[in-house]
């Protein structure tokens, strides 16, 4: 096919408002449904609804597809129809303090649980105390204490009357029992006494007491038993006080609780605890700290209230009955709020912690439900990938602090009892980091099963304008925005398919499209309407690009004022207006760039000096190696390629990448093989295959538009215009004013499928065909650029054979030399 010249209907806006059957979006029903992204709606149900280990979700889509609010908003639906997840409370070890308990309840009950031992231990208390005051207790107590006194009476009586025989007795000292001697009236002796006693007597008495020293200790050590006998039996006493009063309050609560098995352990444990530690509930501090100063009567209260804290219960995550099943979003998805944390605080210079400092991490509060992180967020988080995986593969939650998980000490901590995990797990990111993921980590297809992917477009047709109205309407009615006239989502529509550069298509980035109707809100307002018409959507556009595009302005400042070099008139030889894209992250731009060839004899063949100078990208050097791969197909069949080409863009002066430029880089060197000028009044953009075909290239409407408006700089004369390749037609939607010169023929846009079809453009003669017998059309472009091939190839022949017997000779010189050499060696 030839060149085609596109018209204005080929070109113009694709919607308007005879497209839409309405007022204004305030008569619509606003849309409830999520449109565009039917695949990811299907995985996204399918991955909620199977309940097998490893089928979580990976949402992957490109910013601004709605990837996160898509999926807050379908599980927001669906959520509420699912049961409440359990309520979960630690508890102190009884035998193990250093790891907590963890107990597990139905949706609400954790903080009745929580109350209710607080109640419990308030009567514990006052019951305790109470059941030590009482005269029964007094009178049990003193019986057993008559008991043991009187056994350690009689004990002492027998001893002593043994003693009494030896002329010893028992008398009680300040270090303890001692021996003295009795006189002669059988009372003990004084030192003076016995200090006037012969040395004789004196000696035997002491060996008397010497003998009597094992009877002395055996009795102490009876007093001993018996001693420890009266407080073991005490202690007995009020442990058996203690258990038949804290039975009566534990039995009723483990009723309450019987179908919870681990909460009745629980309260036996408990119970234990509080029989072992009594004296706790005994003690009558109010009365110890009567009398102290404010200062360290606090004190002393608080340290007498801490040593109940053991018996508090901690109500680490609850869900009310009947609020279905959370979902939570972590927006920093560190190790502890994902896993929850171990806080501290500073006691007399020491941090400690106990159960009751145990916080959830959004894993806790999601437990039963959906969890919804962002995969860059929670890649970039130390220690966070890692431990989510072995959560995942574990099906539980160990608390534990990030440095103890990553293998450093930490000194004293503690280790909760894992809870077990239920929740799916919903990551989002672009496709990139998913791809990466299953490439490089082996547990992640094992974990992510199921992936959602959100498409960055839509077919276009009446039902997806019908539902991109609907859209509107509900984007009005959630931000109190101005109703939208038919002809302003008309306008929506079309910035719509713009964004994605397809006349067939809508672009599903709806965050972009959202802040296009907030910004027209605001136009409109700003000038007094009371609804939103395509004036104030255009306006909204325009200014997006007045804020972003002071780039593009200084260099089209540059082509006016002459410092940046730009034909659009006249004709060159070995010189094209090539068309590139500028990206600056939030504005890309189209903008012509000179494209030039020089050729000449030599062997290096198409040399790219941007690739020389290590500014060429693999995309853009795979083009020009294309390039290359073409003009030997069609010009060197019978001939080796004697030339050396240079091609470059002019004034530039940073990194080139893509192919796009490749249909102009081959004009341009097809013009200087040919010696034909090119019209510079025309841009080319297209890539090309080693058959000579035009492919489409991305970025056609900034490219166009780019060109378009160095022509009105320059003054449109009604001559200029654009080559595009013919595939790209379907991506060409233009700016009202482009398409509006188009219309009066002040600017032009052409389409071809080969580059024969583009040179026949650019110079007005034929491109030529090769016959079967080689020989190229008569005065074509082909035929031009191939005589000069031949010609070059003929001098490169001459040349080789001219120098053919030099090089002989110097053969000959060199092997002559070594020969001499050699005989010379052998002679030695």
């Not at 002593?160 to 028992?170: F, W």
């Amino acid at each position: 096919m030839a060149v085609h010249e596109l018209t204005h209907r080929q070109l113009g806006a694709l919607s308007s408002d005879k497209d839409f059957g309405f007022k204004t979006t305030r008569s619509l029903q606003p849309l409830r449904e999520i449109i565009g992204q039917d695949r990811a709606v299907r995985a996204l149900e399918f991955g909620l609804a199977i309940r097998s280990l490893g089928y979580n979700i990976f949402a992957a889509g490109y910013p601004g597809t709605g990837r996160r609010s898509v999926v807050t908003r379908f599980l927001a639906e669906r959520t509420g129809r699912e049961p409440s997840p359990s309520d979960w409370c630690y508890v102190h070890n009884f035998q193990q303090a250093d790891q907590p308990v963890a107990l597990e309840f139905d949706p609400g009950l954790g903080p009745r649980f929580a109350a209710d031992v607080e109640k419990l231990m308030v009567e514990l208390r006052h019951d305790i105390r109470k059941a030590f005051e009482t005269e029964q207790y007094n009178q049990q107590k003193n019986d057993v204490a008559s008991q043991v006194r009187r056994q350690r009476d009689s004990l002492q009586q027998r001893i002593g009357e043994r003693l009494r025989t030896e002329g010893l007795a028992m008398q009680q000292t300040p270090v303890g029992i001692g021996l003295v001697p009795l006189n002669d009236k059988g009372e003990p002796m004084n030192r003076e006494d016995f200090a006037a006693l012969s040395e004789e007597r004196q000696q035997a008495i002491q060996q008397k007491q010497e003998a009597a020293q094992a009877q002395l200790e055996l009795l102490v050590h009876q007093l001993r038993q018996l001693d420890a006998e009266l407080r073991e039996r005490v202690r007995d006493l009020d442990a058996e006080i203690t258990r038949k009063v804290a039975e009566l309050r534990l039995k009723e609560l483990c009723r309450r609780y019987q179908k919870f098995p681990r909460v009745c352990d629980y309260l036996k444990g408990l119970l234990e605890d509080v029989v072992r530690n009594v004296e706790l509930f005994r003690e009558g501090g109010e009365q110890q700290e009567q009398g102290l100063p404010a200062f360290l009567a606090g004190q002393a209260a608080e340290k007498r209230e801490g040593k109940f804290d053991r018996y508090k219960v901690n109500v680490f995550v609850t869900n009310a009955p009947r609020a279905g099943a959370p979902v939570v979003y972590e927006p920093n998805p560190t190790h502890p709020n994902l896993f929850g944390r171990i806080e501290r605080r500073y006691v007399l210079g020491a941090m400690v912690t106990d159960f009751a400092m145990l916080k959830p991490g959004a894993l806790h509060r999601a437990n039963g439900g959906y969890l919804v992180l962002s995969a860059m967020d929670l890649l970039v988080r130390s220690g966070s990938w890692d431990a989510l995986k072995r959560a995942i593969e574990s099906s539980s939650v160990q608390m534990e602090d990030l440095f103890t998980s990553l293998g450093y000490a930490y000194g004293e901590t503690l280790r909760p009892e894992p809870i077990p995990l239920r929740t799916k797990i919903i990551l989002y990111g672009n496709p990139l980091i998913y791809h990466l993921l299953y490439m490089l980590d082996e547990d992640f297809r094992n974990l992510f099963k199921v992936k959602a992917e959100f498409g960055l477009d839509m077919e276009r047709s009446g039902r997806s304008l019908r539902l991109l109205a609907a859209f509107v309407a509900r984007q009005a009615e959630e931000h109190q925005l101005l109703p939208f006239e038919p002809a302003a989502v008309a306008a929506v529509a079309n910035y719509a398919s713009r964004l994605i550069e397809d006349r067939q298509r809508i672009s599903t980035q709806f965050t972009r499209v959202t802040d296009v109707l907030s910004e027209a809100d605001h136009w409109a307002r700003e000038a007094g309407a009371r609804t939103i018409s395509a004036h104030s959507v255009q306006r909204a556009v325009e200014e997006r690009t007045y804020r972003s595009n002071l780039v593009e302005e200084k260099l089209q400042e540059a082509v006016r004022r002459g410092s940046l070099f730009i034909d659009a008139r006249g004709r060159r030889t070995g010189q094209v207006n090539g068309l590139v894209i500028h990206q600056l992250g939030d504005y890309d731009f189209g903008l012509p760039v000179r494209v030039t060839a020089a050729v000449h004899l030599g062997t290096a063949g198409v040399v790219h000096i941007e690739r020389r100078a290590e500014l060429s990208g693999p995309i853009h050097t795979k083009g020009v190696e294309i390039l290359a791969g073409l003009l030997g197909e069609r010009f060197c069949q019978d001939r080796p390629l004697a030339l050396s080409a240079s091609l470059t863009f002019e004034q530039s002066y940073g990194g080139v990448e893509g192919d796009s430029a490749s249909a102009a880089e081959y004009f341009a060197l097809l013009s200087a093989l040919a010696d034909v000028p090119i019209n510079q009044s025309i841009a080319v953009t297209g890539s090309i295959n080693q058959k000579g075909d035009l492919q489409p290239i991305g970025g056609v409407s900034k490219k166009v538009e780019g060109f378009f408006d160095i022509c009105r700089i320059k003054g449109l004369a009604g001559r200029q215009g654009v080559l595009i390749p013919r595939a790209n037609l379907k991506n060409l939607v233009l700016r009202k004013d482009v398409a509006e010169a188009v219309k009066r023929k002040k600017f032009h846009v052409w389409v071809a499928d080969t580059v024969d079809d583009g040179i026949e453009l650019l110079t007005g003669l034929k491109a030529g065909r090769r016959n079967k017998k080689g020989k190229w059309t008569p005065g074509s472009v082909g035929q031009k650029a191939d005589a000069r091939l031949q010609g070059y190839a003929e001098k490169a022949k001459a040349f080789a054979a001219e120098a053919a017997p030099q090089e002989r000779d110097k053969k000959k010189k060199a092997g002559c030399g070594a020969s001499r050499t050699r005989k010379k060696a052998t002679r030695r």
